[in-house]
Every structure is written in C-alpha cells, then in structure tokens.
C-alpha cells in the first residue's frame, strides 16, 4: 500500500498564495503519476492537475491555468501544489493521488488517495 498524506492547507484571503504538500511513503515515488483533485460542498470532485512521472507532462484544468503551479520532488518523495492569486471558488478540500499509469485527469484511473486538506479562500 502506498500513503499519501496532504498538508498545507487552511485560510487565505482572496488574491494570495498557499502551497499544499502531499507526502507519499515508500521509495518507488518516481514509478508513480500524481494529481491533484478538489470537492467544494454540495459539488462533484474536480480535477485541478496532474503530473507524470518524471514530471514531462502537466495538465491543468483551465479555471487553475496561470494561477497553480503542479510540481514534484522524487528525491523528497513529495507533490506539490503552489496556488497563486487564490479566488473563493477555490475553496475546496483538495486531495492528493496517485497511480501506476500515465498522468490522468480522470479520478477513476487512479489508485491511492489522501485524506484531503481543507483550503478556505475569504474575500
């Protein structure tokens, strides 16, 4: 079993930046596509953005383009998500994945899950 454990989150005004941090156990971090997905209250869970493996490929969906930042570090076997100019809509739990496959930005092709952070963006 692989664990992916989120951190980072929590209030921030409208227009500034939070980072959020998933750490995944074990020492094959690098054979994994991570991704980043969030559930607003009442809503259905959305894809924000995914990485490949080394890191090559990066997809964001696009009301996240321009403002999120999707990065990882194999060395720290570490995800990151740096969101920038931060709106309310963004509030959200965010979770992170992975899984043994290519990126995805579908929730089903992917096989491990933290247990979410809250974000909270104030206006």
């Known amino acids: 079993q692989v664990q992916l454990v989120e951190s980072g989150g929590g209030l921030v005004q409208a227009g500034g930046s939070l980072r959020l941090s998933c750490a995944a156990s074990?020492?094959?971090?690098?054979?994994?596509?991570m991704g980043w997905f969030r559930q607003a209250p009442g809503k259905e869970r959305e894809f924000v953005a995914t990485i490949s493996m080394s890191g090559g490929t990066i997809v964001y969906t696009d009301s996240v383009k321009g403002r999120f930042t999707i990065s990882r570090d194999n060395a720290k076997n570490t995800m990151y998500l740096q969101m920038n100019s931060v709106k309310p809509e963004d509030t959200a739990v965010y979770y992170c994945t992975a899984r043994t496959g290519v990126a995805s930005r579908s929730a089903r092709d992917f096989n491990y899950w933290g247990q979410g952070t809250q974000v909270t963006v104030s206006s």
């Open positions: 074990g020492r094959t971090f690098s054979n994994y596509a």
